[in-house]
């Protein structure tokens, strides 16, 4: 029997809402940490400048009573040259005595249709920890998506690498050269700052050695990079290379920084716009989570999404 959604209503939360659902939420994403230190994290990241700026969190209510909920941040995007949005779907959650109604999917299909109504909004996206199937029947497109995964490796960077302080991010963004794709969805400085903000709250929190440089330059490339304490990675975040060559050099540096971090290992997503640069002696495999999506909300095909940072994820 159908559902009768008409007494159900879709919204922004309050604070205290958020409050509420991040006790709900710690089940699925809390992991390595307590309530109390899963809540805070929550408190700590919407503060920070990007999300406080971009982020919005959405309920689904049957009367008063919360049934689902979601995020959407907001992020620069480009069509065919001309400046807008792409607001990227997270955190989509439903307690498990109330799944297997439809509830996850009337939500995300609701929040997609009233971010449409923002005239720059270009497309919504996500990126899916549950394969593809469910979003599919809301008119999302899975993109191809890959881990290069490399060791980490003793050594100094280079002397022709310029290791970039946190201070050093905004100016090394602004020097990169975006690729020239029909539709692209692009990184702020703060927004690197928000990966950096969460690495460094887990670095406190599990008492690891934090990653003292945000990337790295050489040869007019740059990368970006975040400590992924939960899984004992450095997490690239943007790479910006002209040749294998200089990706490889950069990539070194990457790999004996997660060193100098006592890090076991640097991961590089690969997407269909980047070939696996100086990653030879790395292991590429399909990634099982973070799975990117997009639902286009102008005229475009999904497959324009071809460069797909994990600067990006959230």
């Not at 439809?102 to 997609?112: N, P």
């Not at 790479?239 to 076991?264: F, G, I, K, M, N």
Request: net charge neutral; hydrophobic share 45%.
């Amino acid at each position: 029997m159908a559902a009768d959604w008409s007494d159900y209503v879709i919204r922004q939360a309050t604070e205290e809402e958020q409050r509420a659902r991040d006790r709900l939420t710690f089940a699925a994403w809390g992991e390595k940490l307590t309530v109390y230190e899963y809540v805070a994290r929550e408190a700590a990241l919407r503060q920070q400048a990007w999300a406080r700026e971009n982020m919005q969190t959405w309920l689904l209510l049957e009367g008063v009573r919360v049934v689902s909920s979601c995020e959407a941040f907001r992020m620069l995007s480009t069509l065919k040259g001309e400046a807008g949005f792409a607001y990227a779907i997270a955190s989509v959650f439903t307690e498990p005595h109330l799944r297997k109604r439809g509830y996850a999917a009337r939500l995300v299909d609701g929040v997609c249709k009233q971010l449409a109504s923002d005239g720059q909004a270009q497309s919504v996206i996500l990126f899916s920890d549950v394969g593809a199937a469910l979003y599919e029947r809301l008119r999302f497109v899975a993109r191809p998506a890959f881990d290069c995964v490399l060791p980490a490796e003793l050594g100094d960077p280079g002397a022709e690498v310029k290791l970039l302080s946190p201070g050093d991010a905004a100016h090394a963004l602004a020097q990169a050269v975006r690729p020239q794709d029909e539709y692209l969805v692009w990184p702020n400085a703060v927004q690197l700052d928000w990966h950096a903000e969460r690495a460094r709250y887990y670095a406190r929190v599990l008492r690891s050695m934090p990653v003292s440089t945000a990337g790295a330059e050489c040869d007019g490339a740059t990368i970006f990079w975040a400590g992924d304490f939960r899984n004992n990675r450095l997490r690239v975040l943007l790479l910006d290379a002209p040749s294998s060559e200089v990706a490889a050099r950069l990539l070194t540096a990457a790999q004996r920084t997660a060193a100098r971090s006592d890090l076991r290992e640097v991961c590089i997503w690969q997407t269909p716009s980047t070939a696996v640069l100086g990653s030879e002696a790395g292991v590429v495999r399909e990634r099982q989570g973070g799975l990117p999506m997009i639902r286009p909300l102008k005229a475009f095909s999904a497959e324009a999404w071809r460069t797909i940072p994990r600067a990006i994820w959230v």
